[in-house]
């Protein structure tokens, strides 16, 4: 309306100029009112759903299988998080903008149809050329693009290196050549590489359609008047439009490469099995409330898992494995290294699901319904334990000064304090930080804990405790646990232990002489 008003006043002396003052004034005032509108709540808009991915996407990691996530790995995790959340958050934040451009294009086009629907007929099948020309363009910038997250994937896979290995780099000279020549060196020139390449693209594709705009406003300036059939009117109203209109087309092509990037990091996102479509199956599991899990039995029937080693095109199978577990039980699991103790520790605490095979819990098979509420049974301390700086979700009335009295008890009161649920810090020892775990543990006071060589850090005045104190005391508590342990000094303290080999279960008994002759020493 503005540039029909513009136009009108230009070439059409009829309306008095007091009118065509108070329609330009209130043309101007009104598109600046509703642009800012318009802005601001589409602004809102995106903002909240970078927020709502930012959750979404966390909450969807949550609920994805270990296993899975293992296999994903935390490097492309990462990635997905920081940036592809980015990406797709950019192309977000530019949906106000481009539908703001998009709303203008179409405007000017009803105008310009309004001025002479054969020219715009013209036009269209010069936009189809321009449109189909741009999207053979596109493909190929897109194609750099997705080579570019490709490498984006390894890149974070050695700024993990980077940050885990940092000690063994900085040992080793020429480790750190190689790491920073070969590893980030040339990922990091290949990825520059595949932008610049897709940039380049973008911005030929960009340029080629303002040619032909420009070639658009050369054919209504020197052919349309040779044609005669158009008014002049009509070719100031086009001339103007269409130069007005190359603004807003320059802003919504311009943010075809934030689209694309979002297309692939979308796309990434999906392939880690994350989909952002699907329903959050955890977010009923998110929302219940805490309450008291029963526990009467436990019982693994014919469990099967299997890694498969596609490269070396080897496998491992842990099982078929039968073993049941019931309540202030103490159960010690030995075994070689490599021989499935932790994998068995992951699937009795349901972080693994059986392949083959089922679990049962007080004699009710687990499954997805009731997969997480099993969960909730135990207290576990894996050999690659997080600790938490603050006693997150444990809340009980008593929770400092029980957390004080198991420092005592865990001979940390010395050097650690607990304030309103926080711990006063946790960069203390290897076995100072498992003792931190045992007391998060005990705190949670759950029926069944797990422990996985949990006492291979502890001097041997506290392995002492671990095993002649703190584990009977537990038992005496009515809580089940279960220990995976090389240490063959104490194995007689255990109701039941278990051997692993290659995958194979044993069970040894304290009457299976011949058996725990070969693992338990004359020290005992
Ligand atoms: N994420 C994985 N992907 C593929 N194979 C795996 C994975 N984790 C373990 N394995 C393989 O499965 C087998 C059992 O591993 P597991 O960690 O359960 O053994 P373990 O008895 O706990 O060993 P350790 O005493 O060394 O901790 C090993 O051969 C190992 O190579």
Redesign the pocket.
């Known amino acids: 309306a503005l540039i029909a008003l513009v136009n009108t006043s230009l070439n059409n002396a009829k309306w008095s100029v007091a009118v065509l003052v108070g329609g330009f004034v209130a043309l101007v005032l009104g598109k600046t009112i509703t642009n800012i509108l318009s802005q601001v709540l589409l602004a809102r808009f995106a903002q909240g759903a970078v927020s709502g991915l930012r959750r979404d996407l966390t909450k969807r990691i949550l609920g994805v299988p270990l ?1 899975q996530v ?2 994903i790995g935390t490097h492309r995790i990462l990635v997905a998080l920081t940036d592809d959340v980015f990406n797709i958050t950019q192309a977000l934040l530019a949906i106000p903008i481009i539908t703001v451009n998009v709303a203008i294009l179409v405007g000017g086009a009803v105008y310009l149809g309004l001025l002479s629907w054969k020219i715009l007929l013209g036009i269209g099948v010069l936009v189809v050329f321009g449109g189909i020309s741009y999207r053979i363009m596109m493909t190929s910038a897109f194609k750099s693009l997705n080579a570019a997250r490709e490498e984006e994937d390894k890149l974070f896979s050695y700024f993990r290196a980077l940050t885990d290995g940092i000690k063994e780099l900085k040992l080793h000279r020429s480790r750190r050549k190689v790491f920073l020549a070969e590893n980030i060196h040339d990922t990091t020139e290949t990825f520059q590489k595949y932008n610049v390449e897709a940039e380049c693209r973008f911005i030929y594709a960009q340029n080629w359609n303002h040619l032909l705009f420009y070639l658009l406003v050369g054919c209504v300036l020197f052919m349309m008047p040779k044609m005669g059939q158009v008014s002049h009117a009509a070719m100031t109203g086009y001339v103007i439009t269409i130069l007005y209109l190359m603004g807003p087309l320059a802003g919504v092509m311009g943010s075809m490469s934030l689209f694309g990037r979002a297309s692939i990091a979308l796309q990434k996102v999906e392939e880690l099995g994350l989909s952002l479509a699907a329903a959050s199956t955890e977010e009923a599991v998110i929302n219940k409330t805490e309450r008291e899990v029963p526990f009467r039995s436990l019982e693994l029937i014919n469990v099967q898992h299997a ?3 596609e490269k070396e095109d080897t496998n ?1 199978v ?1 099982g078929p494995i039968d073993l049941k577990f019931g309540p202030g039980e103490l159960v010690f699991l030995v ?12 699937i009795v605490t349901g972080l693994y699901f059986p392949e083959v095979g089922e679990i049962r819990w007080n004699g009710k098979r687990v499954d997805n319904s009731n997969r997480d509420d099993y969960r909730q049974l135990f207290s576990a301390i894996f ?1 690659d334990f997080y600790l938490f700086d603050n006693l997150m979700g444990l809340n009980r009335p008593d929770l400092d000064a029980k957390a004080k009295e198991y420092l005592v008890q865990l001979h940390l009161d010395h050097k650690i304090s607990v304030k309103d649920g926080k711990l006063s810090t946790t960069s203390v020892s290897q076995g100072q930080r498992k003792r931190l775990a045992l007391l998060t543990a005990y705190l949670e006071d759950r029926p069944f804990y797990l422990f ?2 949990w006492a291979s850090d502890q001097d041997p005045l506290f392995k002492d405790v671990f095993y002649t104190r703190l584990l009977p005391e537990l038992k005496a508590r009515g809580k089940t646990c279960f220990v ?1 342990t ?1 240490d063959d000094k104490y194995f007689y303290m255990a109701d039941r232990v278990i051997k ?1 080999d290659y ?1 194979k279960m044993e069970h040894l008994n304290q009457l299976d002489g011949e058996a725990l002759g070969t693992l338990i020493p004359a020290t005992r």
Do not use: V, W
Request: overall charge positive; aromatic content about 8%.
């Open positions: 296993r293992e296999s890694y498969r080693h491992f842990l075994g070689g290294n490599g021989s499935g103790k932790s994998t068995l520790a992951k050999s996985d060589e995976i090389h692993l995958g």
